[in-house]
């Protein structure tokens, strides 16, 4: 019988990022993640536009999740979460003007034809290049962290940006705890 699963807590930022870096990561496939997680995420800002939800103004669908989004960011990290944070406030200040000036229909033809777009090389690139992609139970952590966690790679990479001295290391030991767990 399997051992008891430890669950990652979605806001455990050196558990996500473990679990993150230990996926199998062939370079397109990271790649394709990287260049279309900013599409997918423009276009869900800009169909959220149209959404006739009660909620005071001069909130609308599209900046409360903008702001849900950032403010799970600020709560693991306040530097590298700050940056994110703006990657989805200024998409949403664009995504708000461009819902203005198409409309619905319009609107609606480009949410489509990106996600389409987007989604297919990603589902690809998961199945075709990794033979794997994430399971049903990830997915929540996966939609809400992904965009941050390749913010939090691409700083840590180029500039070795760690939230606070021993991050790195500390991931480092999640991901060898992971290894061990899929070996056992």
């Known amino acids: 019988m399997e051992a008891k699963r430890r669950w990652r807590g979605v806001l455990d930022l050196e558990a996500q990022f473990a679990f993150?870096?230990?996926q199998p990561r062939h370079p397109?496939?990271?790649a394709a993640h990287a260049l279309?997680?900013?599409?997918?995420?423009?276009?869900n800002l800009l169909v959220l536009h149209f959404l006739l939800l009660p909620l005071p103004l001069p909130l609308d669908p599209a900046l409360a999740?903008?702001?849900?989004?950032?403010?799970s960011y600020l709560a693991v990290d306040r530097r590298a979460g700050a940056l994110a944070g703006q990657l989805f406030l200024?998409?949403?200040?664009?995504?708000?003007?461009l819902a203005a000036r198409l409309g619905f229909a319009l609107s609606w033809k480009l949410v489509l034809a990106t996600q389409l777009f987007c989604r297919t090389w990603q589902f690809l690139g998961h199945g075709l290049i990794e033979k794997r992609g994430p399971t049903v139970r990830e997915l929540p952590e996966v939609f809400l962290m992904e965009p941050f966690l390749i913010v939090l790679q691409i700083l840590n990479k180029l500039f070795g940006y760690e939230p606070y001295p021993g991050f790195s290391k500390n991931v480092d030991k999640k991901m060898e705890e992971l290894k061990q767990r899929k070996i056992n």
Request: no cysteine.
């Open 20 to 22: 993150f870096r230990s």
């Open 28 to 30: 397109v496939n990271a």
């Open 36 to 43: 279309l997680a900013g599409p997918i995420l423009f276009t």
């Open 65 to 71: 999740l903008a702001l849900a989004y950032a403010a």
């Open 90 to 97: 200024g998409p949403w200040a664009a995504s708000r003007a």
